[in-house]
């Protein structure tokens, strides 16, 4: 089934009170599984772009989906990094509401978050499991402009009957060797959940991209 | 239709029994498991109202997957109505209040143990298998220090060998359920003790394909359309099982039989171990010949 | 014409109704009351929260009751409770040293500071059935009663009792016990799966909770020459203490309860490698409630899988750190063991039909020992269950 996302404006990051906390999800039991289903399935068929429909306060510099995801998965057993520069509200939030630590450097986060207008740290930086462990690795979630336009990737892989196309403007220059060079690290590398407002896409790293 | 109708929610109990932390947990696991095709992820299984060995680890993995909007079909043996399946799809009816049915079409979410459906399943569609033993060299290796060695060089050879000294000895290979797979090229894979008849069902499947394993606390998956290859040999390539004997109820010779045994003499009869698509056929077949009867 | 089997569920229902009665016996006689249960049968108690890993008497009672008395059965349920519990955070560790202590024994020296106390104990007790028991109140009951040599009841055992291994540290004739640099949190067994090697925190947690029966018998190998340790019990003690929990808004301890703990310490030669001279070492038990068998069982197996770390040989069952640590979980043994009284029947089909094909093919070379070989279908067995599946290559 496919979630279908509407974002309530009056959520979203307003002219919040400085010290004010947003809340989390309306329904944090039904919204985190709701989040959870579309992950999975975006991971499950990378390229596809999904969108998601809950409800939660969003913190200034955050997309209403990047939240949605992190309120989903992170919490104090999953270290979170974030790019240095990012508001302290929004530190605040993620602090209060998943209970995660932030810690200081990419490798050594389960998930580095990197919201609009920041750069993401080098794939090669974040970690990337061990051969006997390869589960034990980051998955990287990056804030890009738009996942409609933009250069056309080819996608083919587990998940994808014959190829897909993703269109993604927003991503650092670099990205694609980046990618190969993760993809062919397999089993090790790190995945990557790519936001856009308030919408998802996967790119599991066993995904093989092309120009 | 739904499944198990006279079962109350009970309102004491997290939505799917699990506490939030521990759906965190899994759910993180299972992501990871899709982007490592094959690999068991280990993760922190809780005891659940069912014991051990009694397919925990799919009830965990379903319970973490499971939303109001879900319709859950639970099947054992390829049966909607063995002891096992009535219990965890009352079970999850008592945590959820989810729809359940009998029908592989209408279900989202397909706990399941020891077979997969006949009926093609389709894009969207998840299977949850239930796992006994999940390494698939465990009977070459006890040590899981050692095997966890051999998945990350890929060292698969002692399997091999293993299957090939059946094929000297017998003829045949003798591995007939569970039967060790190759995903996406990379890790091999213990099935869950399916028939080896249902492994090509595994291969390229539109569906996602979860296993967990409670007592062993691994988690793995099958992305769709994924390949999945099962171990065998140029000169002894893997076969599957066909019957000269046909369904005694539905006439299926494409499904799955289990063998009935009904009278001291040893009289048997044949039927389809998917209870469902045996009975689907039959309501097709009574629906084909009715205008005749009204003749 | 077969009719398929349906009614599973209806077959459950009856199911509970059976087991119901089963579980109340005769209605005639008085039902069991959890009070019963936790004041006279305190030992089954103690054994449900040690293995069930949650210190509760009530419900622990509560879960014998409901399981007829079947322990591993009743630790299930306390564990299945246990996972619905909220987390709330974790104790300050407890100090055995503090204990309000019941008993108190040392078999390493024959006096200590604060003296050898037996307290209730069955070690000096003939096994001898005593019938006296049959009726309401029993004649040993009578004489606790009366006053002793003394004239009244035995005073409470000193607050603070050194622990004899603290002595020995104080002589450096001990490895030390200290947490490891930085006082990391420990090892959490509910909450990961544990993996290998796995650190002692990770091991211990593990027998606190492992099988009594399991821990005796290879705590029992390693005494009958599977192991090399050669203990010695250098204290046991039971009693209770306060269990305290930091609060971080009040910055400072509160007592959140007080428990019962069985501890034991077994002491063991080492012989000292090239950094280290010798010295006795450690292994160490501790249960919820009144459980010395298992406490010691556990020493002894901690001080088992220490072996290869202490440079010892270590190739006995007790030195195996997986074979030890995967199987010590009855409510895993017993799940997995009884699971087989699941239905089977698909994969018992599939090896059926192939053992009936080898078997055709043996009959076949052994009836014609010039036959081609496996591929031929005997020409009698169109009706035998042997030709009834053929093997089909997939495409």
């Given at each position: 089934m496919?979630p279908t996302?509407t974002?309530?404006p ?6 919040a009170?400085?010290g004010?906390l ?5 329904d ?14 975006a991971?499950?068929h990378?390229?596809r ?7 939660s306060?969003?913190?200034r510099g955050?997309?209403p989906a990047?939240t949605?995801v992190l309120?989903?998965l ?6 979170l ?7 302290a ?6 602090r209060f ?8 450097r ?6 580095a978050a990197?919201p609009a207008?920041?750069e993401?740290p080098a794939l090669?930086?974040c970690?990337p499991?061990?051969?006997a462990?390869?589960?034990?690795s980051?998955t990287?979630?990056?804030e890009?402009?738009?996942?409609q ?5 080819r996608l ?6 014959d190829t897909?196309?993703l269109r ?9 060797a980046?990618?190969?060079a993760?993809h062919?690290?397999f089993?090790?590398g790190?995945d ?5 407002g308030?919408?998802?896409?996967g ?6 991209m092309e120009? | 239709?739904?499944?198990?109708p006279?079962v109350?929610?009970d309102?004491h109990y997290?939505f799917g029994?699990?506490d939030e932390?521990?759906?965190r947990m899994?759910?993180?696991a299972?992501?990871k498991?899709?982007?490592i ?6 993760f ?6 069912l014991p051990?060995?009694?397919g925990t680890?799919g009830i965990?993995v ?7 909007q879900?319709v859950?079909?639970v ?7 063995t002891?096992?399946a009535?219990?965890?799809?009352r079970?999850?009816a ?5 729809r ?5 079409p209408e279900?989202?979410?397909?706990p399941t143990?020891h077979?997969?459906p006949?009926?093609?399943l389709?894009?969207g569609?998840?299977?949850v298998?239930?796992v006994?033993i999940?390494?698939p ?6 040590s899981?220090?050692e095997?966890?060695?051999m998945?990350a060089?890929?060292?698969y050879g002692a399997?091999?060998?293993r ?7 017998h003829?045949h ?5 569970d039967?060790?797979v ?11 003790p399916?028939?080896?008849f ?11 394909m979860?296993?967990g394993?409670g007592r ?26 066909r019957?000269?004997?046909c369904?005694?109820l539905?006439?299926s010779r ?5 063998e009935?045994i009904?009278?001291?003499?040893g009289?048997r ?9 045996c009975?689907q ?6 629906h084909d010949a ?6 | 014409?077969?009719?398929a ?5 209806r077959?459950?229902?009856?199911s509970?109704r059976a087991?119901?009665q089963?579980?109340r ?6 039902e069991?009351?959890?009070?019963q249960?936790?004041q006279q ?17 009530h419900?622990?009672a ?10 591993i ?6 564990r ?6 909220p987390?709330l955070?974790?104790?300050?560790p ?9 008993r ?7 006096d200590?500071?604060g003296?050898q106390v037996?307290g ?5 007790t003939?096994?001898l059935?005593?019938?006296?028991l049959e009726?309401g ?7 606790a009663?009366?006053?002793?040599a ?9 607050a603070?009792?050194p622990?004899v291994t ?6 450096a004739?001990i ?7 930085g ?5 959490d ?8 090697p796995a650190?002692r925190p ?9 099988d009594?029966?399991?821990l005796?018998?290879m705590?029992?190998?390693t ?9 010695f ?6 009693g209770s ?5 930091m609060?971080e808004e009040l ?8 428990i019962d703990?069985?501890e ?5 030669q080492?012989?000292?490698n ?6 006795f ?6 249960t ?10 556990m020493?002894l197996v ?7 770390e202490?440079g010892e040989?270590?190739?006995?069952p007790?030195?195996?750190h997986?074979f ?6 009855n409510?895993e ?11 089977h ?8 039909e192939?053992?009936r094909r080898l078997r055709a ?14 591929a031929?279908?005997?020409?009698t ?5 042997a ?9």
């Open positions: 496919e996302l974002l309530d009056a959520k979203a990051s307003g002219p009170a400085a004010a947003l809340s989390g999800f309306d944090p039991v039904a919204d985190a599984q709701a989040v959870f289903r579309a992950a999975l399935h991971l499950s990378p390229g772009v999904t969108p998601l429909a809950v409800r306060g969003v913190p955050l997309s990047m949605a309120l989903t992170a919490d104090g057993d999953a270290p990094w974030l790019p240095s520069g990012v508001g509200d929004m530190a605040r939030f993620l509401h998943c209970g995660c630590r932030i810690v200081a990419p490798d050594m986060a389960t998930f990197v207008g920041f993401p090669a930086d970690n499991g061990e051969p462990y390869p589960d034990r980051a990287l979630i990056i890009v402009a738009s996942l336009e933009g250069e056309p990737l083919t892989g587990p998940g994808i009957r897909q196309e993604v403007s927003g991503l650092p220059a670099g990205f694609l980046q990618w190969q993760n062919r690290c089993p090790l790190v990557v959940l790519l936001t856009s308030r919408q998802l896409c790119l599991p790293r066993t995904c093989r120009a | 239709m739904n499944a198990s006279h109350e929610r309102a997290n029994y699990l932390s521990t759906k899994l759910r993180r299972l992501l498991a899709v982007a095709p094959g690999y068991q992820v280990p922190g299984s809780r005891e659940m109202p051990y060995g009694w680890g965990q379903t319970a973490s997957l499971i939303g109001a879900d859950l079909k099947i054992d043996q390829g049966s909607d109505d002891t096992n009535i219990n965890i799809r079970f999850f008592r945590v959820t209040g989810v359940t049915t009998e029908s592989t279900a989202s979410i397909v143990r077979r997969i006949e009926t093609p389709r894009e569609q998840i299977m298998f239930q006994p999940s390494e060299l465990r009977w070459l290796e006890p899981e220090t095997t966890r060695t998945h060089l890929a060292e399997m091999h060998v299957l090939y000294e059946d094929i000297a000895h003829g290979i003798a591995t007939t359920y039967y060790p190759i995903v996406n090229g990379r890790y091999m894979m213990r099935p869950s399916i028939p080896k249902d492994n090509p069902k595994l291969d390229g499947n539109p569906a996602l979860l296993f394993a062993e606390k691994r988690v793995y998956a099958v992305p769709p359309y994924t390949r999945v290859a099962s171990l065998d040999f140029e000169d002894h390539p893997f076969t599957v099982e019957w000269s004997e369904c005694d539905c006439g494409e499904s799955f039989l289990d009935i009904l009278d001291d003499q009289t009869r044949f039927v389809c171990s998917d209870t469902e698509y009975g056929r039959q309501a097709a077949q009574a009715a205008p005749e009867d009204q003749a | 014409m077969y009719v089997v349906k009614g599973g569920e077959a459950i229902l009856n509970y087991l119901a089963y579980r016996g005769d209605e005639t006689v008085p069991l009351t959890l009070a249960i936790r049968m305190p030992l089954a108690v103690s054994r449900v929260m040690a293995e069930g890993a949650l210190y509760d008497p419900l622990a509560l879960a014998l009751k409901q399981a007829a008395g079947d322990a059965e009743a630790v299930f349920l306390l299945a409770y246990r996972t619905t519990l987390r955070g974790d104790t300050e407890i100090d055995t040293g503090r204990m309000q202590l019941r108190r024994i040392s078999s390493t020296f024959k200590v500071p003296g037996l209730p104990t069955y070690d000096y003939q096994r059935l005593d019938f006296s009726d109140e029993a004649r040993t009951v009578a004489s009663r009366a006053p002793d003394a004239g009244a009841t035995p005073a409470p055992l000193e603070a009792m622990r603290d002595l020995l540290q104080h002589d004739l490895d030390p016990d200290a947490p490891p640099p006082d990391p949190a420990p090892f067994l509910t909450r990961q799966p544990l993996g290998f650190a990770a091991r211990l947690q593990n027998l606190a909770r492992a009594e029966g399991f005796l018998s705590g029992y190998s005494q009958r020459g599977y192991g090399n340790t050669h203990p019990a250098a204290e046991i003690r039971y203490l306060e269990v305290e929990m609060i910055g400072a301890p509160v007592v959140i309860g007080e703990v069985t034991c310490q077994m002491v063991s080492f012989a000292g090239a950094q280290e001279g010798p010295k070492t450690r292994g160490y038990g501790l919820f409630g009144y459980g010395e068998r298992k406490a010691m069982s020493a901690d001080r088992a899988l220490r072996a290869a202490l040989a270590a190739d006995s007790a030195n195996d997986e030890v640590l995967y199987h010590s979980d409510v043994a017993s799940g997995f063991v009884q699971h087989l009284k699941l239905p029947y698909v994969d018992f089909q599939a090896n059926l192939l053992l093919d043996h009959e076949r070379q052994h009836a014609r020992p010039t036959a081609a070989g496996p031929d279908v005997p020409a067995a169109v009706d035998s269950p030709a009834a599946r053929q093997e089909v290559q997939t495409p």
